[in-house]
């Protein structure tokens, strides 16, 4: 959740004009039960779309329909009926509250420690909603901004009607409809999501967060981002909060494609707290996403930094296509899985072009009875010469029910590029737990402490304002796996 | 629909076993043959059968009376041949006291199955189409208490084309005894498929040293099953060098407390050779160690993949289990590809892992240019000391010589192709 | 009343006692050493005390400022005033010095009641007792250990205990590692914190850290007991005649 005192004043500033005009849109509309053509033709009718992407989307149905589920990640579930989901429906209305009094303790709580300013507590709570609407006229302001540098950032659905050009051209450009299952069940049935372009020369003067339209669109289940930028220009955008996240949609399959051109630098960061179910497991979210970059333009340089400690099930390899000459990507990943949570996450590095660098950092934590897996693929293709990978993959064990696991795949060749891979798999050492505890440091803290070492080289990747909050999540989130 | 031709070695397979009864140990491994496995089968993505199931092939009928002019001297002192995939006594030393050779019979054959089935080879081709259609499972035990001075030495040769061969071994070791073998396989077949299972029981100790050799057209699937009593360990070493695609597949389990177990290899390809070293470890039990160096030369239009799992069960507390590869690529064509895996269940354990694949280093090369040596002979004698070094690790001083000269034989062809 | 006081302390580990009913009272002000040949106790006794798990009494009591520390974690122990400076630090990676040092001194504020101290204050705090100890800046922003030297290490522990302001200090042979140089400025740290309030417990094998750090009384564990206690007189003569004169005449 990243909010400045600057932000709320905004909001303050800003709220008078907009006090209703939010309200009607969000009247709820309802497709029928499950998944059809029909369903794409009408999620694509009631986003008055062109035929095209009628078409694209439909397309995607087709595949969708030939495809299988995959089964080679380390994670069990119950099989999931598609026919028994609501593939539309217009944003629900959080319940309205008058004060944090009347907000569950626990969720207080966890702000509390999180330390979110009491003014965000309540937007994020539903307090006040006011707020909520608020923060899409700061965004809208926000937009004001970046429109003076050109900039274009603005809910998917509205650059379909807005910039048709550039959503077609790259929408699919790098993940294609049919890469894989949940993919092309993305590409069906998507509903909303952020769209960013950045044109050439320009450096994009603040980081852009999907905060600024928590609430302007409940893009749902399906979300769909694109970012697109152009020659020697950068952004930053950072995705998600460390606040938990409730949701009644129990299937989550977003996609996020990102094209960076020559000398271009994409940064994109992501906190998921997504709710993760109760100790058993039960009731958690599903989260199955496609993220992949491609470094299309030389010396472009795609980074990825995660924090995931939230969702019942984590299915995600954030991946960078090292097209250009000269590119580079970044992984960064820290993956805490608690009780009974299952995470398999990783990524792919695609070296293509020549000279091309590659960076693979990822901590997993396991606690509980958790099950966490890091899955990487590194492949140097014949004409990626001189290429370099290294991958660290660091495991650290809480407790003795639960597992951790690396699964690196690394496929070479050509002869003058260097891959190294190294891992390792340890428990928190009861020597430095003894240290820290004689220090005064209860249990809790101890451990909290020692797990942020552990993860401090991805840590320090985060934006700051991003970086404080995500410290105090991971603490959080492996509370009660001691001791 | 079209009839393929993989579905003909499958019923060459079938028709083979029918003359067993129902309930023999051939019927029952041949039932879970079906076809080869395909590129969608995570283990055999890296390492396709495609070639291989278009090729018309059947199983041998051993000829007994064969002999093969070997031009290679013997490194053991106590010598066992298979030829065409039959155990050949006239062919073989004499057993030393302690040491029996013998083959299974029936209901031995069928416990044998049995334990492979329960191991995760059980859907291995080589499992079920070896105990199909070998002539018979032999049995290696050292007895109790014997530790055995002499090298033995296992040829696996003879084969023919469009055939394919199956010889299929028992070892067992006492409780308290010990082995040194070598296994050779120099098949001429267009297919080999050895199976071997060995039994290491408590405080028994072998060491293992394979070479694999075959015919430059020869497809080799060897699978190989292990399992690790207490305070047991196990040494091994595998060198592959011929064949046009060798995998050799092993799995060990570590089932006793306070067992060892060291699995190394080499690989050295050139050409269009496939190589494929897959192996799987099995912590199941608490403190046991586990090391693995893996290192890889690839030449010409070679392909190398190497696939290790460790999988350190809940029970298994302080475990150690190390792993480390590396594969070095001396041609434009060559490709590379690794696969360490761990998968940990227990907290207090020591696992690690390291791949690394790329080219010579730099700065060495670029020393011994320094000191006067051309390039082509500076990449030799760095190639030869990546692989002299871990050949001096894993085999015993009085085979050294043996087992570097093997892998010499093996790189000088590569090299000079590459430098041509 | 004694500030600490160790009654008929029994404790086994892997089933072979190795304290075997050590009594000992330790007065506010007061410096005592305990001294003994490699085997004797020494460390078990010091992780004894600061709760180490494992390391919980068969028999016996400890008492704290009159506290029984017998049903406290070690953390619990910590926060009520006990330190122990490690014979071998402990490393830990990516935990910067000046936040662990925050959250332990914080930790330790919040127990006694007094306010937690806000990061500037803390910094200014820290940094003027750093430069006591010769503990540059540059080493607070490290990771708590990690590539510290021998001396770096003994230093930083003796900052931890001037920031932390415990009532008794157990200092486990914290001489080891240490050249000359390096002791006299562990020595000077320690000497600069003792008071009439507080009491240090100096556990070393050698007599020389005795000559910087300078006891009241002197105490001769062997076999998990005390043997002889005596003036500073008894460290010189182990110096002299070794331990092995004073164990047999025992």
Known sequence: ???????????????????????????????????????????????????????????????????????????????????????????????????????????????????????????????????????????????????????????????????????????????PIGDNYYAALNSAVFTDGSFVYVPKGVKCPME????????????????????????????????????????????????????????????????????????????????????????????????????ETGSAITWKYPSCVLRGDNSVGEFYSVAVANNSQQADTGTKMIHIGKNTKSTIISKGISAGKAQNTYRGQVQIQKNAKASRNFTQCDSLLIGDRCGAHTVPYINQHTPSARVEHEATTSKISEDQLFYCLQRGLDTEQATSLIVNGFCKEVMKELPMEFAVEAQKLIGISLEGSVG | MQHSLKDDYANCVKNYTNQFKDNSF???????????????????????????????????????????????????????????GAY?????????????????????????????????????????????????????TVKKNIKVKDFFEIIYEGGEESQSVHPVLYVELEENSSLYLIERFNHFSTLAMPLQLTEIRNKASLN??????????????????????????????????????????????????????????????????????????????????????????????????????????????????????????????ANANAKPELEIYADDVICAHGATVGELDDDQLFYLNSRGVPMDKAREILIKAFLEDMINQSVDNSLHDFVFKEAELALSSIIIKETL | MSLLEIKNAHLKLDNKNILNGVSLSVNKGEVHAIMGPNGSGKSTLSYMLAGRDGYELEDGEIL???????????????????????????????????SFLREAVNSRRKFLGEKELDHLAFVKEARKEASKM??????????????????????????????????????????????????????DGVNSQRNKENAIVVITHYQRLLDYIVPDFVHILSDGVIIKSGGPELALEVEKNGYSGLINAA
């Not at chain 1, 959080?94 to 004060?99: A, E, G, H, R, Y």
């Not at chain 1, 058993?280 to 924090?307: E, P």
């Not at chain 3, 021998?150 to 486990?172: A, N």
Request: glycine share 6%.
């Open chain 1, 1 to 175: 959740m990243v909010a400045t005192q600057e932000t709320i004043d905004k909001v303050k500033e800003v709220s008078s004009s907009y006090k209703y005009g939010f309200v009607t849109e969000l009247e709820a509309e309802k497709a029928p039960l499950g998944l059809s053509e029909d369903i794409v033709k009408f999620i694509s009718n009631k986003k008055k779309e062109p035929k095209w992407l009628l078409d694209w989307r439909l397309k995607a149905y087709k595949k969708w329909l030939t495809m299988d589920e995959p089964n080679w990640a380390m994670v069990n579930f119950p099989k999931i009926d598609f026919q028994d989901i609501y593939y539309y429906s217009a944003p629900k209305t959080k319940p309205k509250l008058n004060s944090l009094d009347e907000v569950d303790p626990e969720l207080l709580k966890t702000y509390e420690k999180l330390g979110i300013p009491i003014k965000e507590q309540e937007v994020l709570a539903g307090v006040a909603v006011d707020y909520v609407f608020d923060s899409v006229s700061v965004a809208t302001t926000f937009r004001e901004k970046l429109a003076d540098e050109g900039i274009i950032f603005c809910p998917i659905s509205e650059a379909v009607q807005n910039h048709p050009d550039l959503v077609k051209k790259y929408i699919g450009s790098v993940i």
């Open chain 1, 208 to 307: 852009l967060s999907t905060y600024f339209r928590i609430n302007e669109q409940n893009s749902g289940q399906f979300e769909r981002t694109l970012i697109i930028v152009e020659d020697n220009s950068y952004v930053s955008y950072l995705e998600g909060c460390t606040a938990p996240q409730r949701d009644e949609n129990q299937l989550h399959a977003a996609v996020v494609e990102l094209v960076a051109m020559d000398d271009a630098e994409i940064k994109y960061s992501t906190v998921q707290n997504w709710y993760p179910g109760d100790k058993d497991g039960k009731g958690g979210i599903y989260n199955f996403v496609t993220k992949r970059g491609n470094c299309l333009g030389k010396r472009s340089k795609i980074a990825w930094t995660q924090v």
């Open chain 2, 26 to 84: 051939r019927k029952l491994a041949c039932n879970d043959f079906k076809s080869w496995p395909g590129p969608r089968e995570e283990t055999w993505r890296l390492s396709r059968l495609g070639t291989l199931s278009r090729k018309k092939i059947k199983p041998i009928t051993p000829n007994l009376q064969k002999t093969i002019n070997g031009k290679s001297k013997h490194i053991g002192s106590k010598i066992i041949k298979f030829v065409d």
């Open chain 2, 88 to 140: 050949r006594g006239d062919l073989s030393s004499e057993m030393p006291l302690g040491v029996n050779l013998s083959s299974l019979n029936d209901s031995e054959s069928l416990e044998y199955l049995q334990k492979l089935k329960k191991s995760n080879l059980n859907h291995h081709p080589s499992t079920n189409v070896s105990l199909s259609c070998t002539p018979s499972i032999m049995k290696l």
């Open chain 2, 208 to 333: 293992s040293i394979k070479i694999f050799n075959d015919n430059k057209e020869t497809y080799n699937l060897s699978a190989h099953c292990v399992h690790l009593s207490e305070e047991s360990n196990l040494n091994s070493f595998s060198l592959i060098k011929g064949g046009m695609f060798t995998r050799s597949e092993t799995h060990a389990y570590l089932n006793g407390c306070g067992s060892k177990l060291s699995l190394n290899g080499i690989y050295i390809s050139g050409n269009n050779q496939h190589h494929d070293l897959t192996t799987a470890i099995y912590h199941d039990v608490p403190d046991c160690i586990s090391k693995q160096i893996v290192r890889g030369v690839l030449g010409g239009k070679s392909t190398g993949v190497f696939q290790g799992k460790v999988r350190v069960a809940q029970d298994a507390q302080r475990t150690d289990g190390q792993q480390m590869s590396r594969a070095i690529l001396i041609s434009e064509n």
């Open chain 3, 64 to 98: 704290l400022d009159g506290k029984s520390l017998s049903e406290m974690e070690a953390d619990e122990r910590a926060r009520s005033g006990l330190f122990l400076a490690f014979q071998y630090p402990v490393e830990l990676p990516g935990v910067g010095g000046m």
């Open chain 3, 134 to 187: 010769f503990v540059k800046d540059e080493m607070l922003k490290r990771a708590v250990n990690v590539g510290f030297s021998g001396g770096e290490k003994k230093r930083f522990e003796i900052l931890q205990m001037s920031m932390l302001k415990p009532k008794v200090s157990i200092l486990d042979e914290t001489d080891s590692g240490l050249d000359v140089d390096a002791l006299k400025i562990v020595s």
